[in-house]
């Protein structure tokens, strides 16, 4: 398959020639005592992009690069940084992390990029980490979602942020609303269908912890995993079924949610259990899936009801103005991570790596994005905190989510900080 690469540059610049051309002129100038001007004052920022442009879960990569380009455009037309535009190269990975990490580092090496947008999953964000570790160059993680990743302080470097919701945070919110209803309804045999990769087994462990937390009747009497992109869910399905769970937890997502449920609809999986999907409360699932269960749970992952304000249904109406296209939680992450990057460089009126992830440190902006419309990229781990989090009844129509369960981001940061002291993280 031919490697896809994309390019955006605003404003375009002059060809080789003219630049010749006003070199010699500017020279010139100078000499005659004139103040000389710097060619290099418009170079582009070239910032690259490794992400999944094609196969099932391509709408990780599209969306999460659409959303790149509505901030770019932004940017660049208000001035850059001091004239220098940002633009983005953005390559596809394909979802394998040896692709993502090759063609991470040729992003450094051969496109002159001074600094890494990571859009990958989980599965290739870790590669890309590592590129990052080795070459040294600023790196925005903008969607893998599994904790370790921010959270082991041995996998942290000073150059990599996380902008992006976090494993831990939606497993606390979920874990306190998974309970109320398993008291509520008597709900205590579980079973979960989740990927077979980090991201499915840290994420599944963390939900069920918080659970039984909340409720410690709850027992977990299966586990099936499934592998990532799995085209045929028979086998999955039917082990559910022979497990006869009062209630299923999957941290599945994208076109393998979407999937997934189709073929389980034709098994009845869902009749007389509850059905508890972190990720299915985003567009590109809900507008996809044919036949709807009702009383699926779900976290928010990205609605334009939620955070319920006038700046995030602006945001969510631009996006699709845009790319007549719903946003989805991969968007909001991206276009959040370009906002921080740009107020990186005004503050520290530098493209400089190193300068700009000082000023991410702790750095807090104004976005629709969060819970009370500010996020914040949290000092000693450099992962974002303060987004809206909540789960909730999904619908086919908006809101798709009525009256959200919402996550106080103080119980949040609480739980998160004792259960990293359980595992020698803090």
């Not at 940084?81 to 394998?96: F, H, T, W």
């Not at 290739?124 to 903008?142: K, N, P, Q, S, Y």
């Not at 990743?149 to 306190?176: E, M, Y």
């Not at 909540?390 to 259960?419: C, H, R, S």
Request: proline letters at 4%; hydrophobic letters at 40%; glycine letters at 8%.
């Amino acid at each position: 398959m031919t490697t896809r690469k994309t390019s955006m540059t605003s404003p375009a610049l002059p060809g080789r020639r003219k630049l010749m051309q006003g070199a010699a002129t500017l020279a010139g100038v100078s000499a005659i005592g004139l103040p000389s001007i710097s060619l290099a004052q418009n170079k582009p920022i070239r910032v690259g992009m490794p992400t999944i442009l094609s196969g099932r879960v391509a709408t990780l990569g599209i969306s999460s690069s659409n959303a790149v380009r509505l901030e770019v455009e932004k940017f660049n037309a208000a001035g850059g940084l001091g004239g220098r535009p940002i633009e983005m190269i953005i390559r596809d990975s394909r979802g394998q992390p040896q692709e993502a990490a090759r063609v991470a580092r040729e992003l450094v090496n051969s496109e002159d990029c001074e600094i890494l947008l990571d859009g990958e999953a989980s599965s290739g964000a870790f590669a890309v980490h590592e590129v990052a570790r080795d070459l040294g160059v600023l790196c925005i993680h903008t969607n893998s979602e599994t904790s370790s990743l921010t959270a082991d302080p041995k996998q942290r470097i000073p150059n990599a942020f996380r902008c992006v919701r976090q494993g831990v945070h939606d497993s606390i919110v979920g874990g306190a609303y998974a309970a109320g209803l398993a008291k509520e309804k008597g709900l205590t045999r579980w079973m979960t269908a989740s990927p077979d990769y980090a991201y499915g087994r840290d994420t599944t462990a963390e939900f069920f912890e918080y659970a039984r937390h909340f409720h410690k009747d709850i027992e977990v009497v299966g586990e099936v995993w499934p592998k990532l992109f799995q085209p045929d869910y028979s086998e999955v399905i039917t082990r559910l079924l022979q497990g006869k769970p009062q209630a299923i937890y999957s941290c599945l997502w994208g076109g393998d949610l979407s999937s997934f449920i189709e073929q389980a609809n034709i098994y009845a999986l869902f009749k007389d259990r509850e059905f508890f999907a972190v990720n299915m409360a985003d567009y590109t699932v809900l507008t996809t899936v044919k036949n709807l269960p009702e009383g699926i749970h779900s976290g928010n992952r990205y609605l334009r009801s939620f955070p319920d304000s006038e700046a995030n249904r602006a945001w969510a109406d631009a996006y699709q103005k845009s790319y007549k296209d719903l946003p989805t939680n991969w968007s909001w992450q991206n276009a959040a991570a370009v906002n921080f990057l740009a107020q990186g460089m005004k503050q520290t009126n530098s493209a400089d790596g190193a300068k700009i992830a000082d000023a991410l440190r702790g750095m807090t902006i104004d976005s629709p994005f969060g819970t009370n419309g500010k996020l914040t990229l949290r000092a000693e781990d450099q992962t974002l905190v303060d987004y809206a989090v909540g789960w909730g009844v999904v619908d086919t129509k908006e809101p798709y989510m009525a009256n959200p369960f919402v996550g106080n981001w103080d119980d949040i940061t609480q739980l998160e900080n004792e259960w990293k002291k359980s595992r020698g993280w803090a």
